[in-house]
């Protein structure tokens, strides 16, 4: 029985020591890409105890406002100050903290908020990760309505499940775990089509990488952000596929960042600028440790 509390110690001060390690190597990682080109990185930052944990982003077709979801069950909206293209400045203009169905404030094992999208009449929803379910939200201030859970989420691995949520142009919810993979070795992708769940298709998963933000983009194609950590540091990788009904075809790398370059990248969202190009923003997830940061990276992408 005591040998639990040691094992719990030596697993946190192995992340611990990780966490060091990459925030070390972030400025002389170096950087590969396959057709993306990064725009920029804003350090992010605000002296409110809530501030951090951020693993969801969804922002205005016009680049100048943005809804950011914390993993602590925290929405957030706030402008985007931008000079010559890049992000210059964040002014939050509203917070709020996500509520049960029963309408009180979420803790404790189903506080674990990590998938964000949000429909064409403005309504949110939210995946999430600990007791593995996607909620409903009409404004970020009333209270949840959970959508039917099926046996698959019901299975799925404590604090590894729905990581990643996106909506597509029909208003169909898609969402996939972190690390659960099929009897194929591949990632699952459910979809909601506003009567039930369905599995829409499977992707493959490679080297390493695991799921942590997704979006259909202005283009309709699906997005997958991943993620994997070494002793230096995070990588992130972004991925795109042509969706049809029951599969996704054609397949495209667009980058793979060095390790420790960006810390860990999280909440994706993809939109076309005022120039037309496609662009990726992302948003990081500092775990709320003082050796990580909240950045907002964004790319360039080809179309």
Known sequence: MRRRPAIRLICALVFGATLAVAALAANRAPQTVGGARLIG?????????????????????????????????TLLRAGIQRHNGEISGVDITSTHRLRSSRGTYLSDRIVDSEGLAIGADGTLYISFEGISRVAHYQTGADRARVLPRPKAFRKLPWNKALEALAIDRHGWLYTLPERALDADGNIPVWRWDGENWQTAFAL?????????????????????????LSL???????????????SAESEQVLFE?????????????????PS?????TMVSDDN???????????YHLPD
Do not use: C
């Open 41 to 73: 990185v804003f350090h992010w930052q605000e002296p409110a105890n809530w501030f951090g944990g951020f693993s969801g982003l969804e922002l205005a077709e016009d680049g100048a406002s943005m809804v950011v979801l914390g993993d602590r069950a």
């Open 204 to 228: 493959p998963s490679r080297n390493g990488y695991y799921p942590v933000g997704a979006d259909f983009g202005p283009d309709g194609r699906f997005y997958l952000l991943e993620r994997d």
């Open 232 to 246: 230096f540091g995070f990588r992130s990788r972004l991925r795109r596929w042509e969706i049809s009904p029951f």
């Open 257 to 273: 960042s060095g390790a420790g370059e960006h810390d860990n990248l999280e909440g994706l969202s993809i939109w076309r600028d």
């Open 276 to 280: 037309g190009e496609l662009r990726a």
């Open 288 to 298: 709320f440790r003082s050796i990580q940061k909240t950045e907002l990276v964004e």
